[in-house]
Protein backbone atom coordinates (compact mmCIF):
# COMPACT_ATOMS: atom_id res chain seq x y z
CA UNK A 1 0.00 0.00 0.00
CA UNK A 2 2.40 2.11 0.56
CA UNK A 3 4.67 1.56 -2.31
CA UNK A 4 1.12 2.80 -4.70
CA UNK A 5 1.07 5.82 -2.16
CA UNK A 6 4.85 6.45 -2.89
CA UNK A 7 4.02 6.10 -6.80
CA UNK A 8 1.02 7.62 -7.02
CA UNK A 9 2.87 11.04 -5.23
CA UNK A 10 5.78 10.30 -7.86
CA UNK A 11 3.42 10.57 -10.79
CA UNK A 12 1.76 14.11 -9.55
CA UNK A 13 5.24 15.63 -8.68
CA UNK A 14 6.35 14.56 -12.07
CA UNK A 15 3.22 16.00 -14.08
CA UNK A 16 3.09 19.06 -11.36
CA UNK A 17 6.83 19.42 -11.75
CA UNK A 18 6.12 19.60 -15.86
CA UNK A 19 3.10 22.39 -15.30
CA UNK A 20 5.63 24.50 -13.48
CA UNK A 21 8.50 24.47 -16.28
CA UNK A 22 5.40 25.02 -18.75
CA UNK A 23 3.80 28.01 -17.19
CA UNK A 24 7.43 29.32 -16.45
CA UNK A 25 7.85 28.97 -20.05
CA UNK A 26 4.95 30.85 -20.97
CA UNK A 27 4.57 33.63 -18.55
CA UNK A 28 8.57 34.08 -18.23
CA UNK A 29 9.87 33.48 -21.41
CA UNK A 30 7.34 33.97 -23.69
CA UNK A 31 5.14 36.16 -21.89
CA UNK A 32 5.95 39.49 -23.53
CA UNK A 33 5.44 38.11 -26.72
CA UNK A 34 1.97 36.49 -26.14
CA UNK A 35 1.39 40.05 -24.39
CA UNK A 36 2.13 41.62 -27.52
CA UNK A 37 -0.21 39.24 -29.38
CA UNK A 38 -3.25 39.62 -26.72
CA UNK A 39 -2.83 43.55 -27.31
CA UNK A 40 -2.99 42.99 -31.47
CA UNK A 41 -6.27 41.43 -31.01
CA UNK A 42 -8.04 44.29 -29.72
CA UNK A 43 -5.60 47.09 -29.82
CA UNK A 44 -5.64 48.27 -34.05
CA UNK A 45 -2.73 50.00 -35.07
CA UNK A 46 -2.54 51.77 -38.73
CA UNK A 47 -0.31 54.69 -40.38
CA UNK A 48 -1.85 57.67 -42.03
CA UNK A 49 -0.71 59.14 -44.65
CA UNK A 50 0.61 62.36 -45.40
CA UNK A 51 -0.38 64.35 -48.50
CA UNK A 52 2.32 65.01 -50.88
CA UNK A 53 3.67 68.44 -51.43
CA UNK A 54 3.02 69.95 -55.18
CA UNK A 55 5.37 71.35 -57.48
CA UNK A 56 4.38 74.73 -59.24
CA UNK A 57 6.01 76.68 -61.91
CA UNK A 58 7.44 80.25 -61.47
CA UNK A 59 3.60 81.56 -61.97
CA UNK A 60 1.80 79.16 -59.14
CA UNK A 61 0.28 76.73 -62.05
CA UNK A 62 1.23 73.52 -61.54
CA UNK A 63 3.70 71.32 -62.78
CA UNK A 64 3.02 68.27 -60.27
CA UNK A 65 0.10 67.76 -57.85
CA UNK A 66 -1.48 65.01 -55.80
CA UNK A 67 -4.44 63.56 -56.81
CA UNK A 68 -6.91 61.33 -54.95
CA UNK A 69 -6.51 57.77 -55.63
CA UNK A 70 -7.94 54.73 -54.15
CA UNK A 71 -5.87 51.14 -52.90
CA UNK A 72 -8.47 47.84 -53.64
CA UNK A 73 -7.74 45.35 -50.98
CA UNK A 74 -9.70 42.32 -49.99
CA UNK A 75 -10.64 40.56 -46.01
CA UNK A 76 -10.30 37.10 -47.29
CA UNK A 77 -12.55 35.32 -44.51
CA UNK A 78 -14.99 37.50 -45.23
CA UNK A 79 -15.78 37.27 -49.13
CA UNK A 80 -18.75 35.43 -50.03
CA UNK A 81 -17.94 35.43 -53.60
CA UNK A 82 -15.11 33.09 -54.99
CA UNK A 83 -11.90 34.29 -56.07
CA UNK A 84 -12.66 33.01 -59.38
CA UNK A 85 -15.58 35.30 -59.58
CA UNK A 86 -14.69 38.42 -57.57
CA UNK A 87 -11.63 38.55 -60.32
CA UNK A 88 -13.56 38.24 -63.52
CA UNK A 89 -15.69 40.96 -62.19
CA UNK A 90 -12.77 43.17 -61.00
CA UNK A 91 -10.46 43.03 -63.83
CA UNK A 92 -11.92 44.92 -66.24
CA UNK A 93 -11.71 47.92 -64.20
CA UNK A 94 -7.54 47.03 -63.44
CA UNK A 95 -7.19 46.58 -67.28
CA UNK A 96 -8.21 49.33 -69.92
CA UNK A 97 -8.32 48.36 -73.54
CA UNK A 98 -5.73 51.33 -74.60
CA UNK A 99 -6.62 53.10 -77.81
CA UNK A 100 -5.07 51.40 -81.33
CA UNK A 101 -4.64 47.57 -79.38
CA UNK A 102 -6.33 44.65 -80.97
CA UNK A 103 -8.70 42.93 -79.55
CA UNK A 104 -6.86 39.50 -78.70
CA UNK A 105 -4.37 41.40 -77.00
CA UNK A 106 -6.55 43.19 -74.54
CA UNK A 107 -8.17 39.95 -73.91
CA UNK A 108 -4.51 38.17 -73.22
CA UNK A 109 -3.89 41.37 -70.67
CA UNK A 110 -7.05 40.86 -69.11
CA UNK A 111 -6.66 37.02 -68.70
CA UNK A 112 -3.79 37.41 -66.90
CA UNK A 113 -4.87 39.78 -64.72
CA UNK A 114 -8.02 37.43 -63.62
CA UNK A 115 -5.21 34.90 -63.28
CA UNK A 116 -3.10 37.12 -60.85
CA UNK A 117 -6.25 38.77 -58.86
CA UNK A 118 -6.88 35.17 -58.42
CA UNK A 119 -4.23 33.90 -57.30
CA UNK A 120 -3.87 36.70 -54.63
CA UNK A 121 -7.73 35.97 -53.32
CA UNK A 122 -6.96 32.19 -53.30
CA UNK A 123 -3.90 32.51 -50.36
CA UNK A 124 -4.57 30.05 -47.74
CA UNK A 125 -2.25 31.75 -44.76
CA UNK A 126 -3.27 35.43 -45.37
CA UNK A 127 -6.24 37.68 -44.01
CA UNK A 128 -5.76 41.02 -45.70
CA UNK A 129 -4.41 41.27 -49.38
CA UNK A 130 -3.83 44.84 -51.13
CA UNK A 131 -5.30 43.89 -54.97
CA UNK A 132 -4.78 47.39 -56.74
CA UNK A 133 -2.95 50.41 -56.35
CA UNK A 134 -4.11 54.05 -57.22
CA UNK A 135 -7.22 53.24 -59.11
CA UNK A 136 -9.25 56.35 -59.63
CA UNK A 137 -12.53 57.80 -58.07
CA UNK A 138 -14.49 56.78 -60.87
CA UNK A 139 -13.13 53.26 -60.82
CA UNK A 140 -13.86 53.37 -56.99
CA UNK A 141 -17.56 54.48 -57.52
CA UNK A 142 -18.06 51.42 -60.17
CA UNK A 143 -16.64 49.03 -57.27
CA UNK A 144 -18.27 50.16 -54.64
CA UNK A 145 -21.82 49.42 -56.74
CA UNK A 146 -20.86 45.73 -57.24
CA UNK A 147 -21.15 45.55 -53.71
CA UNK A 148 -18.72 42.37 -53.08
CA UNK A 149 -18.67 41.31 -49.56
CA UNK A 150 -15.22 41.24 -48.03
CA UNK A 151 -13.45 44.28 -50.45
CA UNK A 152 -12.92 47.45 -49.18
CA UNK A 153 -10.85 50.58 -50.02
CA UNK A 154 -7.96 52.92 -48.69
CA UNK A 155 -7.24 56.53 -49.69
CA UNK A 156 -3.95 57.01 -51.31
CA UNK A 157 -2.42 59.91 -53.33
CA UNK A 158 -1.67 59.76 -57.30
CA UNK A 159 0.77 62.04 -58.86
CA UNK A 160 -0.53 64.52 -61.76
CA UNK A 161 1.50 65.85 -64.29
CA UNK A 162 -1.28 68.41 -65.85
CA UNK A 163 1.83 69.72 -68.51
CA UNK A 164 1.79 65.29 -69.31
CA UNK A 165 5.80 64.73 -70.39
CA UNK A 166 6.79 68.68 -69.95
CA UNK A 167 9.71 69.15 -67.65
CA UNK A 168 10.06 65.41 -67.37
CA UNK A 169 13.79 65.64 -66.72
CA UNK A 170 13.52 68.76 -64.32
CA UNK A 171 10.06 66.72 -62.49
CA UNK A 172 11.36 63.34 -62.11
CA UNK A 173 8.64 60.53 -61.05
CA UNK A 174 6.98 59.62 -57.72
CA UNK A 175 7.78 55.33 -57.64
CA UNK A 176 8.13 52.69 -54.84
CA UNK A 177 10.10 51.84 -52.63
CA UNK A 178 10.97 48.17 -51.66
CA UNK A 179 8.68 48.25 -48.70
CA UNK A 180 5.67 49.39 -51.52
CA UNK A 181 5.87 53.19 -50.58
CA UNK A 182 5.82 56.30 -52.54
CA UNK A 183 9.36 57.65 -53.20
CA UNK A 184 10.59 60.51 -55.57
CA UNK A 185 13.06 59.34 -57.62
CA UNK A 186 15.09 61.67 -59.90
CA UNK A 187 14.53 65.42 -60.78
CA UNK A 188 13.01 67.53 -57.79
CA UNK A 189 11.41 64.70 -56.62
CA UNK A 190 13.91 62.76 -55.72
CA UNK A 191 16.57 65.58 -54.66
CA UNK A 192 13.47 67.09 -52.79
CA UNK A 193 11.71 63.56 -51.72
CA UNK A 194 11.61 63.98 -47.94
CA UNK A 195 10.12 67.86 -47.96
CA UNK A 196 7.45 66.26 -50.17
CA UNK A 197 6.49 63.21 -49.01
CA UNK A 198 5.86 64.89 -44.76
CA UNK A 199 5.65 62.92 -42.55
CA UNK A 200 3.08 60.16 -42.26
CA UNK A 201 1.02 60.09 -38.81
CA UNK A 202 -0.83 56.89 -36.82
CA UNK A 203 -3.75 56.13 -35.20
CA UNK A 204 -4.08 52.59 -32.32
CA UNK A 205 -7.32 52.25 -30.76
CA UNK A 206 -9.10 49.21 -28.95
CA UNK A 207 -11.57 47.16 -30.75
CA UNK A 208 -13.76 44.43 -29.83
CA UNK A 209 -13.54 40.72 -31.11
CA UNK A 210 -15.52 41.29 -33.98
CA UNK A 211 -12.77 45.20 -34.39
CA UNK A 212 -15.27 47.49 -34.02
CA UNK A 213 -13.73 50.21 -32.61
CA UNK A 214 -14.85 50.74 -28.77
CA UNK A 215 -15.56 53.99 -28.41
CA UNK A 216 -15.57 54.35 -24.38
CA UNK A 217 -11.71 53.08 -24.93
CA UNK A 218 -8.29 55.22 -24.70
CA UNK A 219 -6.64 55.70 -28.27
CA UNK A 220 -3.87 57.13 -29.48
CA UNK A 221 -3.07 59.90 -32.79
CA UNK A 222 -0.39 60.90 -33.92
CA UNK A 223 -1.79 63.30 -36.70
CA UNK A 224 0.27 63.46 -40.27
CA UNK A 225 2.45 66.55 -41.37
CA UNK A 226 1.75 66.76 -45.19
CA UNK A 227 4.53 67.40 -47.50
CA UNK A 228 5.98 71.07 -48.38
CA UNK A 229 5.48 72.40 -51.66
CA UNK A 230 7.86 73.68 -54.43
CA UNK A 231 7.71 76.93 -55.83
CA UNK A 232 10.51 77.09 -59.05
CA UNK A 233 12.11 79.26 -61.07
CA UNK A 234 10.43 77.53 -64.06
CA UNK A 235 9.16 79.56 -66.68
CA UNK A 236 6.26 77.81 -68.25
CA UNK A 237 6.27 79.73 -71.53
CA UNK A 238 10.18 79.18 -71.74
CA UNK A 239 9.84 75.56 -71.13
CA UNK A 240 7.29 75.06 -74.23
CA UNK A 241 9.05 77.18 -76.27
CA UNK A 242 12.41 75.00 -76.05
CA UNK A 243 10.74 72.15 -75.63
CA UNK A 244 9.05 72.93 -79.15
CA UNK A 245 12.08 74.04 -80.61
CA UNK A 246 14.63 71.44 -80.02
CA UNK A 247 12.09 68.96 -81.08
CA UNK A 248 11.71 70.60 -84.33
CA UNK A 249 15.67 70.99 -84.75
CA UNK A 250 16.16 67.40 -83.54
CA UNK A 251 13.74 66.29 -86.77
CA UNK A 252 15.28 68.74 -89.03
CA UNK A 253 19.34 68.49 -88.07
CA UNK A 254 18.71 64.56 -87.78
CA UNK A 255 20.28 64.30 -84.26
CA UNK A 256 19.79 61.34 -81.98
CA UNK A 257 19.41 63.55 -78.97
CA UNK A 258 19.58 67.09 -77.64
CA UNK A 259 19.38 69.42 -74.74
CA UNK A 260 18.27 73.00 -74.34
CA UNK A 261 19.38 74.98 -70.76
CA UNK A 262 17.97 78.29 -70.45
CA UNK A 263 19.02 80.53 -67.07
CA UNK A 264 19.71 83.65 -65.55
CA UNK A 265 23.59 84.00 -65.29
CA UNK A 266 23.08 86.15 -62.47
CA UNK A 267 21.90 84.30 -60.06
CA UNK A 268 21.53 80.91 -60.98
CA UNK A 269 17.51 80.97 -61.53
CA UNK A 270 16.90 78.02 -64.18
CA UNK A 271 14.02 79.10 -66.44
CA UNK A 272 13.83 76.01 -68.62
CA UNK A 273 15.75 73.10 -69.29
CA UNK A 274 14.86 69.95 -71.60
CA UNK A 275 16.27 67.00 -72.88
CA UNK A 276 15.03 64.88 -75.48
CA UNK A 277 14.13 61.78 -76.37
CA UNK A 278 12.19 62.09 -72.97
CA UNK A 279 9.42 60.04 -71.01
CA UNK A 280 6.06 60.49 -69.29
CA UNK A 281 6.08 60.49 -65.82
CA UNK A 282 3.04 59.50 -64.83
CA UNK A 283 3.36 56.46 -66.98
CA UNK A 284 6.76 56.34 -66.41
CA UNK A 285 6.59 52.27 -66.15
CA UNK A 286 6.12 52.03 -69.77
CA UNK A 287 9.73 53.59 -70.85
CA UNK A 288 13.09 52.62 -70.90
CA UNK A 289 15.32 53.01 -67.16
CA UNK A 290 18.00 54.89 -69.40
CA UNK A 291 15.45 57.85 -70.01
CA UNK A 292 14.82 58.89 -66.83
CA UNK A 293 18.34 60.11 -66.20
CA UNK A 294 18.62 64.07 -67.39
CA UNK A 295 21.63 64.51 -69.64
CA UNK A 296 21.94 68.03 -68.65
CA UNK A 297 22.86 66.98 -64.92
CA UNK A 298 23.78 62.94 -65.45
CA UNK A 299 25.83 63.00 -69.06
CA UNK A 300 29.40 64.43 -69.79
CA UNK A 301 30.70 65.63 -72.99
CA UNK A 302 33.73 67.07 -74.60
CA UNK A 303 32.56 70.33 -74.90
CA UNK A 304 35.39 71.33 -78.55
CA UNK A 305 35.00 75.05 -79.30
CA UNK A 306 32.26 76.89 -76.65
CA UNK A 307 35.43 75.77 -74.05
CA UNK A 308 38.00 78.34 -75.68
CA UNK A 309 35.81 80.97 -74.12
CA UNK A 310 36.80 79.96 -70.54
CA UNK A 311 40.64 79.07 -71.81
CA UNK A 312 40.66 82.56 -73.33
CA UNK A 313 39.34 84.31 -69.92
CA UNK A 314 41.89 82.82 -67.86
CA UNK A 315 44.76 83.86 -70.14
CA UNK A 316 43.66 87.39 -70.03
CA UNK A 317 42.99 87.50 -66.29
CA UNK A 318 46.25 86.10 -65.32
CA UNK A 319 47.86 88.56 -67.72
CA UNK A 320 49.69 86.46 -70.24
CA UNK A 321 47.31 87.44 -73.04
CA UNK A 322 45.99 90.62 -74.22
CA UNK A 323 43.00 90.96 -76.22
CA UNK A 324 45.49 92.53 -79.06
CA UNK A 325 48.37 90.05 -78.28
CA UNK A 326 49.48 88.25 -81.81
CA UNK A 327 49.73 84.82 -81.89
CA UNK A 328 53.30 83.91 -83.14
CA UNK A 329 52.38 80.28 -84.43
CA UNK A 330 49.01 80.78 -85.98
CA UNK A 331 50.82 80.41 -89.90
CA UNK A 332 50.19 76.09 -89.78
CA UNK A 333 49.31 73.55 -88.41
CA UNK A 334 50.99 72.87 -84.99
CA UNK A 335 53.31 69.88 -84.38
CA UNK A 336 52.65 69.00 -80.84
CA UNK A 337 54.78 65.87 -79.66
CA UNK A 338 53.78 63.32 -82.55
CA UNK A 339 50.52 65.26 -83.31
CA UNK A 340 49.31 67.85 -85.60
CA UNK A 341 47.09 70.19 -84.71
CA UNK A 342 44.95 71.67 -87.51
CA UNK A 343 42.23 74.41 -87.73
CA UNK A 344 38.43 73.43 -87.89
CA UNK A 345 38.66 74.44 -91.80
CA UNK A 346 41.95 74.08 -92.43
CA UNK A 347 42.49 77.47 -93.52
CA UNK A 348 45.32 79.55 -91.31
CA UNK A 349 45.77 83.04 -90.25
CA UNK A 350 48.83 84.33 -89.89
CA UNK A 351 49.14 87.64 -86.90
CA UNK A 352 46.10 86.87 -85.78
CA UNK A 353 45.18 88.72 -82.26
CA UNK A 354 43.38 87.02 -79.27
CA UNK A 355 40.38 88.30 -80.97
CA UNK A 356 40.78 86.95 -83.97
CA UNK A 357 41.90 83.70 -82.62
CA UNK A 358 38.38 83.26 -80.54
CA UNK A 359 36.11 84.91 -84.00
CA UNK A 360 37.92 82.18 -86.24
CA UNK A 361 37.55 79.60 -83.28
CA UNK A 362 41.26 78.29 -84.47
CA UNK A 363 42.77 75.69 -82.52
CA UNK A 364 46.07 76.87 -83.27
CA UNK A 365 45.76 80.09 -81.53
CA UNK A 366 44.28 78.32 -78.51
CA UNK A 367 47.14 76.20 -78.21
CA UNK A 368 49.08 79.07 -78.24
CA UNK A 369 47.03 80.54 -75.48
CA UNK A 370 47.30 77.29 -73.74
CA UNK A 371 51.18 77.51 -73.90
CA UNK A 372 51.06 81.01 -72.70
CA UNK A 373 49.10 80.38 -69.51
CA UNK A 374 50.52 76.93 -68.36
CA UNK A 375 49.41 74.01 -67.30
CA UNK A 376 49.08 74.56 -63.49
CA UNK A 377 47.51 77.46 -63.97
CA UNK A 378 45.20 76.57 -66.48
CA UNK A 379 43.98 74.09 -63.82
CA UNK A 380 43.73 76.49 -61.24
CA UNK A 381 41.03 78.27 -63.37
CA UNK A 382 39.05 75.39 -64.68
CA UNK A 383 38.68 74.42 -60.96
CA UNK A 384 37.68 77.96 -60.05
CA UNK A 385 35.31 77.98 -63.11
CA UNK A 386 33.36 74.41 -60.98
CA UNK A 387 35.10 72.06 -63.49
CA UNK A 388 35.53 68.70 -61.48
CA UNK A 389 33.14 69.40 -58.96
CA UNK A 390 29.18 69.18 -58.78
CA UNK A 391 27.45 72.83 -59.22
CA UNK A 392 24.77 71.96 -56.70
CA UNK A 393 22.02 72.09 -58.55
CA UNK A 394 18.82 71.12 -57.21
CA UNK A 395 18.03 68.14 -58.98
CA UNK A 396 19.11 64.48 -58.29
CA UNK A 397 21.23 62.42 -60.25
CA UNK A 398 24.20 65.18 -60.29
CA UNK A 399 27.65 63.52 -61.12
CA UNK A 400 30.61 65.71 -62.11
CA UNK A 401 33.69 64.36 -64.18
CA UNK A 402 37.20 64.41 -63.04
CA UNK A 403 39.90 66.81 -64.04
CA UNK A 404 42.65 65.21 -64.91
CA UNK A 405 45.54 65.97 -61.98
CA UNK A 406 46.93 69.15 -61.40
CA UNK A 407 50.68 67.58 -61.92
CA UNK A 408 49.93 65.06 -64.19
CA UNK A 409 49.52 67.18 -67.58
CA UNK A 410 51.52 66.96 -70.43
CA UNK A 411 52.34 68.95 -73.66
CA UNK A 412 49.43 67.02 -75.55
CA UNK A 413 47.10 67.56 -73.02
CA UNK A 414 47.60 70.99 -72.10
CA UNK A 415 47.03 71.29 -76.12
CA UNK A 416 44.08 69.53 -76.93
CA UNK A 417 42.25 71.10 -73.04
CA UNK A 418 42.89 74.48 -74.57
CA UNK A 419 40.50 74.13 -77.42
CA UNK A 420 37.91 71.54 -75.59
CA UNK A 421 39.17 68.37 -76.37
CA UNK A 422 40.05 65.57 -74.18
CA UNK A 423 38.21 67.51 -70.94
CA UNK A 424 34.77 66.10 -70.44
CA UNK A 425 31.89 68.14 -68.55
CA UNK A 426 28.25 68.32 -68.16
CA UNK A 427 26.16 70.91 -69.52
CA UNK A 428 24.96 71.93 -66.48
CA UNK A 429 28.85 72.67 -65.29
CA UNK A 430 29.20 74.52 -68.99
CA UNK A 431 26.54 76.82 -68.78
CA UNK A 432 27.69 78.15 -64.99
CA UNK A 433 31.22 78.35 -65.88
CA UNK A 434 30.24 80.41 -68.87
CA UNK A 435 27.67 82.31 -66.53
CA UNK A 436 30.39 83.82 -64.74
CA UNK A 437 31.36 85.96 -68.11
CA UNK A 438 27.64 87.31 -68.04
CA UNK A 439 27.81 87.80 -64.16
CA UNK A 440 30.38 89.90 -64.04
CA UNK A 441 33.35 87.36 -63.46
CA UNK A 442 31.07 85.66 -60.58
CA UNK A 443 30.39 82.36 -60.78
CA UNK A 444 26.24 81.68 -59.39
CA UNK A 445 24.92 78.09 -58.38
CA UNK A 446 22.13 77.25 -60.39
CA UNK A 447 19.05 76.24 -58.43
CA UNK A 448 15.44 75.33 -59.41
CA UNK A 449 13.68 76.00 -56.49
CA UNK A 450 12.80 79.28 -55.58
CA UNK A 451 10.97 79.04 -52.62
CA UNK A 452 9.58 76.33 -50.42
CA UNK A 453 5.72 76.29 -48.96
CA UNK A 454 4.00 75.12 -46.07
CA UNK A 455 0.68 75.53 -43.37
CA UNK A 456 1.18 79.26 -42.97
CA UNK A 457 4.57 79.29 -44.05
CA UNK A 458 7.35 80.14 -46.94
CA UNK A 459 10.88 79.78 -46.80
CA UNK A 460 13.16 81.52 -49.61
CA UNK A 461 15.97 79.47 -50.99
CA UNK A 462 18.70 81.48 -51.82
CA UNK A 463 21.98 79.73 -53.02
CA UNK A 464 25.14 81.06 -51.74
CA UNK A 465 27.47 83.39 -53.98
CA UNK A 466 29.69 81.48 -55.90
CA UNK A 467 33.80 82.89 -56.00
CA UNK A 468 35.02 85.75 -58.09
CA UNK A 469 36.54 83.93 -60.59
CA UNK A 470 37.86 86.41 -63.39
CA UNK A 471 37.54 89.86 -62.73
CA UNK A 472 35.23 92.31 -63.84
CA UNK A 473 37.59 94.15 -66.32
CA UNK A 474 38.28 90.01 -67.73
CA UNK A 475 34.96 89.55 -68.06
CA UNK A 476 34.01 92.36 -69.63
CA UNK A 477 36.80 91.89 -72.28
CA UNK A 478 35.56 88.40 -72.69
CA UNK A 479 32.27 89.48 -73.73
CA UNK A 480 33.35 91.95 -76.36
CA UNK A 481 35.13 88.64 -77.58
CA UNK A 482 31.83 86.35 -77.98
CA UNK A 483 29.77 89.52 -79.42
CA UNK A 484 32.53 89.49 -82.43
CA UNK A 485 32.49 85.98 -82.67
CA UNK A 486 28.88 85.90 -82.60
CA UNK A 487 28.71 88.56 -85.60
CA UNK A 488 31.71 87.54 -87.61
CA UNK A 489 32.38 84.08 -86.66
CA UNK A 490 31.66 80.95 -88.44
CA UNK A 491 27.49 81.27 -87.04
CA UNK A 492 27.56 85.29 -88.52
CA UNK A 493 25.03 84.39 -91.09
CA UNK A 494 22.45 83.27 -88.12
CA UNK A 495 23.15 86.20 -86.16
CA UNK A 496 20.39 88.63 -85.51
CA UNK A 497 20.50 91.96 -86.65
CA UNK A 498 20.09 94.44 -83.78
CA UNK A 499 20.47 92.15 -80.87
CA UNK A 500 23.75 92.43 -79.27
CA UNK A 501 24.31 88.60 -78.47
CA UNK A 502 27.50 87.47 -76.86
CA UNK A 503 27.56 83.43 -78.46
CA UNK A 504 30.50 80.68 -79.25
CA UNK A 505 29.96 77.80 -81.30
CA UNK A 506 31.18 74.72 -80.51
CA UNK A 507 31.92 71.24 -82.44
CA UNK A 508 33.50 68.36 -80.56
CA UNK A 509 34.28 64.96 -81.78
CA UNK A 510 32.89 61.85 -80.15
CA UNK A 511 35.40 59.83 -78.46
CA UNK A 512 35.22 56.21 -78.90
CA UNK A 513 37.05 53.06 -78.19
CA UNK A 514 40.31 55.06 -77.86
CA UNK A 515 39.83 57.69 -80.79
CA UNK A 516 37.99 60.14 -81.96
CA UNK A 517 35.02 59.62 -84.73
CA UNK A 518 35.70 61.78 -87.48
CA UNK A 519 31.43 61.48 -88.27
CA UNK A 520 30.70 61.78 -85.64
CA UNK A 521 30.01 65.32 -83.58
CA UNK A 522 28.27 66.88 -80.47
CA UNK A 523 27.20 70.27 -81.27
CA UNK A 524 26.64 73.10 -79.51
CA UNK A 525 26.34 76.97 -79.06
CA UNK A 526 26.21 78.84 -75.38
CA UNK A 527 25.48 82.75 -75.88
CA UNK A 528 23.45 85.52 -73.61
CA UNK A 529 21.78 88.54 -74.69
CA UNK A 530 21.68 91.34 -74.08
CA UNK A 531 25.51 91.43 -74.03
CA UNK A 532 25.83 94.20 -71.61
CA UNK A 533 23.13 93.02 -69.10
CA UNK A 534 21.95 89.52 -69.73
CA UNK A 535 18.26 88.40 -69.09
CA UNK A 536 19.40 84.63 -69.95
CA UNK A 537 22.13 82.50 -71.19
CA UNK A 538 20.98 79.40 -73.20
CA UNK A 539 23.43 76.13 -73.78
CA UNK A 540 21.85 74.65 -76.71
CA UNK A 541 23.74 71.09 -77.85
CA UNK A 542 22.78 68.50 -80.10
CA UNK A 543 24.22 64.71 -80.23
CA UNK A 544 25.34 63.44 -83.87
CA UNK A 545 23.33 65.76 -86.10
CA UNK A 546 23.64 64.20 -89.60
CA UNK A 547 22.55 67.07 -91.64
CA UNK A 548 25.88 68.77 -91.36
CA UNK A 549 28.66 67.78 -88.35
CA UNK A 550 29.24 71.58 -87.65
CA UNK A 551 27.61 73.38 -85.09
CA UNK A 552 27.40 76.73 -86.90
CA UNK A 553 24.71 74.86 -89.64
CA UNK A 554 22.87 73.02 -86.54
CA UNK A 555 23.02 74.01 -83.43
CA UNK A 556 23.84 77.64 -84.05
CA UNK A 557 20.78 78.28 -85.99
CA UNK A 558 18.47 76.36 -83.17
CA UNK A 559 19.84 78.79 -80.76
CA UNK A 560 18.61 81.53 -82.81
CA UNK A 561 15.35 79.79 -83.27
CA UNK A 562 14.70 79.35 -79.26
CA UNK A 563 16.16 83.48 -78.69
CA UNK A 564 13.65 84.89 -81.43
CA UNK A 565 10.83 83.57 -78.80
CA UNK A 566 12.83 84.57 -75.88
CA UNK A 567 13.59 88.06 -76.75
CA UNK A 568 9.78 88.64 -77.16
CA UNK A 569 9.19 86.79 -73.87
CA UNK A 570 12.10 89.02 -71.69
CA UNK A 571 10.69 92.15 -73.63
CA UNK A 572 14.60 92.80 -75.10
CA UNK A 573 14.51 95.01 -77.73
CA UNK A 574 16.90 95.74 -80.87
CA UNK A 575 19.41 98.04 -80.17
CA UNK A 576 18.41 99.92 -82.79
Known amino acids: MQTRITLIAAVFLFFFSILVVRLFFWQIIKGGELSSQARSQYEKGELVFATRGNIFAKDGTWLAARGPAWLVFAELPKLEKKPSQVAELLAPYFIKKEEGEEEKEYKIRLLDEIERIEELLSKKDAFWVPIKHKITPDDKRSIEELDITGLGMEPEETRVYPEASSAAHILGFVGKNEEGED??????????????????????????AKGVPILSADSLEIGAVGGVDLITNIDKTVQLIIEKRLTEGIEKYGAQAGSVVVMNPKNGAVYGMVSFPSYDPSEYFDFSDELFKNPVVSSSFEPGSIFKVLVMSAALDAGVVKPDTVCEICTGPLKVDKYYIRTWD????????????????????????????????????????????????DLQGEVSPQIRPKGTWNIVDLSTTSFGQG??????????????????????????????????????????????????????????????????????????????????????????????????????????????????????????PSSSPWSSETAAPLWYSIAKDLFLHFGIQPEN
Open 423 to 544: IAVTPIQMIRAVSAIANKGRLPTPHVVDRLRGEGWEENITPKDGPQVISEDTAEKLTAMMVEAAKHGEAKWTYLRGFKVAGKTGTAQIPFAGHYDEEKTIASFVGFAPANEPKFIMLVTLRE
Open 346 to 393: DKYHPDSTMVDVIVNSDNVGMAYVGQKLGADELYDYLSAFGLGTLTGV
Open 183 to 208: IGYFGLEGYYDLSLSGKPGFLQRESD
